[in-house]
């Protein structure tokens, strides 16, 4: 079962909340564990999996140059950051007397890209007018800050609190105000930031229906839970593994399934559109070599029809129009692409086919029905075959082209020309009537052709 980006969201804050309480008001529960290897492994983990978004939402802002995009890669490099280079690293090449100097600078990294983060999830996606310069502005300011922030770390270290030993006794009855003060109003602050991040993503996935957003917007709201865990237990002895960690360690895992979604589309995105080329190419291909020689053909196979004795002429001129259409119609379904609208795509047809015919149209077309490929070429092509008929065979002026979805999709061509007779529905395969009840029913569909009153003829195709 899919779950809507709201619900998602909801879901996992309620079950970060619900471990949280339990922690809080069971005792025997462990909050910590001494263990510095799977501490660093939880700090690599999580700085390269944010580094891994932030070069994916960055390749997103050279291919959009959207403001929010670019918000979106600057919070995940500052996260990767803190993780990463200023927690991971340290402790790992260094000893324990980095311990602080690593706890303080991935904390205020972490707030920093928690607020860039939340900004991004809510600030309007604006083109920029310059995206290179643009970034290149935001990459040296991030990296002066960064340099900034290590510098006054540096400069007052021993100064700098380290929260409380978890071995330390605490009065029993409850949650205590234990720890700095600097270091609890530090988490919160990271806390809030990351719950108006998940709203503003959760806000933007639903808008937009994009997953990656969906995912973002779980992967904050985890990650706010972590924090507020942080500001119960305010430790920043980085060979403890709390159950803040735990929650930290699920929002970038869950942050790494939405990337992995992202490569995904990427890839699928990128067949598509080498599929589309290649499909393009033979189109051409069709138009400039077999397209021209069977309007050729087809252009003398009308003139020498027309003199008295060429009878079997007629039956070559006619052959060669309907090898003529077929490759019209060939041409005109390789250039359309799937992304297409229905109602965009059976316009155009009409259009093309009546600016041929030297015949006018009138629309009467829903927009936003979604259909499968293979429903939509087969509706194109009935519509081909009945507007050709129409402007051909009923000589026709005016073709009326209507689509709806109610319990079903309607199609329906009526025209003003002569009509004629339904039963050659079962006798006549040259109007192709027997072609379009075929495709009809390979939809589990209905084709209906009658006679109308005023004269015309009307084709209804309706599909369940």
Known sequence: M???????????????????????VLPFVHLAYRSTPLHATIETASGMIALL???????????????????????????ACANFVFSAMPWALFSEDSMRFSAWTSLIGTTVGAAVLALSSWMPSRRLRSPKRTAGVVLITALVAYAFTAALVGLYETRLPLGFDPTTSVPPGGVH??????????????AAFFMIAAIGFT???ERTGDKLMTWLAASAALASFARVNYALF??????????????????????????????NRYQRSLSEAAAMDERRRIARELHDGLAQELAFVAAQGRSLSRRPDAVEIKYVAAAAERAL?????AIALLTYSKDDPLDQALVQTVEELVDRAGCRARFDVEPGIEVSGDTREALLRIVREAVTNA?????????????????????RIA?????????????????????????????????RIARLPEGGTEVEVVIP
Do not use: C, K
Request: proline letters at 2%.
């Open 2 to 24: 899919r779950l809507s980006t709201r619900y998602r969201t909801v879901f996992v804050a309620d079950l970060a909340g619900g471990l949280t309480t339990l922690v809080m």
């Open 53 to 79: 978004a932030a070069f994916l939402v960055l390749g997103r802002f050279r291919r959009t140059a959207r403001s929010d995009d670019l918000a979106l890669a600057t919070a995940l490099g500052f996260l």
């Open 177 to 190: 105000t234990v720890g700095s003060q600097a270091l609890l109003v530090m988490q919160l602050v990271a």
């Open 203 to 205: 806000r933007r996935g």
């Open 234 to 263: 305010p430790s920043l002895y980085t060979q403890w593994v709390y159950v803040g960690d735990a929650l930290r360690l699920g929002s970038y895992l869950l942050l790494l399934v939405g990337a992995a979604g992202e490569i």
């Open 325 to 329: 259409d077929e490759s019209r119609r």
């Open 391 to 411: 402007s051909r065979h009923g000589r026709a002026d005016m073709v009326t082209v209507e689509l709806e979805n109610g319990n079903g999709i309607r199609l």
């Open 415 to 447: 025209d003003n020309g002569i009509g004629f007779d339904p039963a050659a529905l079962e006798g006549e395969p040259g109007f192709g009537l027997i072609t379009m009840r075929t495709r009809t029913r390979a939809l589990g569909g209905e084709l």
